[in-house]
């Protein structure tokens, strides 16, 4: 940042001068000498700070994932990482030539991980809100998916909207914007909220703390294999785009991860990770 104070006080001496000598400057001329000094300070503010520039250096590629997550982030049965999210960051880390390292996280712990700079972005099925993008920037959507409630077999519900009674508690992960979606669209059911990911909300569901859970599709999905018990309701009570999120001032790296899922989508690779991880359950058999 030295930099940036330096020419911050060059061009507050050259400022001086040209207020001093405002009648010189006609026209438009004024404006642009204006706007030519603020432009270039903002360009060396964010030249200071661009985090490629770190990446490439450091050959580390730093990423806050969800740990409890399947299918989009967990151990599987060998010990392994696996998950989509973990496809993709990755192939981002093989395509820089830098090494990747993964840093776990609960779901409230990832936008910290990312303010706190511990980490350079944050991978996970998350959902983009006015609230979040106060302190993060979110990638273009890399897909879109619908919000499910799901339940006991035995409960008395078959449709999302007969678990919305005040007689009724819904489990959801900590932190989730599946807390807004529920104050909105189901504002008459309690709402209770679970660290520990989806699999945290089914045993609260099983051990009859709450009376359904609300997640993904494709995360409930796996949830009810897992539990066969559970069900899933019928209909979708919203469909939300997900993203990858980095701090908000790291537009270059912003429009890096843009950039990629373009590529990715173009040549196939991120279509076939879609079709692999979110579109059913095939993907236990492997992992």
């Known amino acids: 940042m030295w930099m940036v104070a330096l020419w911050s006080g060059v061009l507050g001496y050259l400022m001086k001068g040209l207020i001093m000598s405002r009648s010189r400057v006609k026209g438009f001329g004024w404006l642009f000498l204006l706007f030519l000094s603020g432009n270039f300070l903002v360009s060396n503010a964010y030249a200071e700070t661009d985090v490629i520039k770190d990446i490439l250096k450091r050959g580390e590629l730093r990423v806050a994932v969800q740990s409890q997550g399947p299918p989009m ?80 077999t035995s409960a008395p519900f078959k449709k999302w909207q007969d678990a919305c009674d005040k007689k009724f508690t ?23 909220e679970f660290s520990g990911g989806a699999a945290a909300v089914a045993v609260a569901i099983n051990t009859k703390r709450v009376d359904a859970g609300i997640t993904v599709r494709n995360e409930a999905e796996s949830t009810v294999e897992d539990f066969a ?59």
Request: aromatic residues 12%; positive net charge.
């Open 229 to 287: 018990n559970l069900h899933i309701l019928a209909g979708a009570i919203t469909r939300d785009p997900l993203c990858f999120a980095t701090r908000s001032n790291e537009w270059h790296l912003l429009q890096w991860m843009n950039n990629y899922f373009t590529f990715i989508r173009a040549d196939g690779r991120l279509d076939r990770l879609i079709d692999y991880w979110m579109s059913g359950t095939s993907w236990k058999q492997d992992h």
């Open 73 to 152: 982030s967990f151990i599987d049965k060998k010990g392994q990482r696996a998950g989509f999210v973990i496809d993709v960051i990755s192939m981002m880390a093989q395509d820089m030539s830098v090494e990747l390292k993964i840093l776990d996280y609960d779901w409230k712990g990832l936008i910290p991980a990312v303010l706190s700079k511990k980490a350079d972005f944050l991978a996970a099925d998350m959902t983009p809100t006015p609230k979040r993008a106060l302190v993060l920037n979110f990638t273009d959507p890399y897909t879109f998916v619908d919000i499910v409630l799901y339940s006991k």
């Open 170 to 192: 819904i489990g959801v992960v900590q932190g989730s914007s599946n807390v807004g979606v529920l104050r909105k669209k189901c504002g008459a059911a309690k709402i209770k």
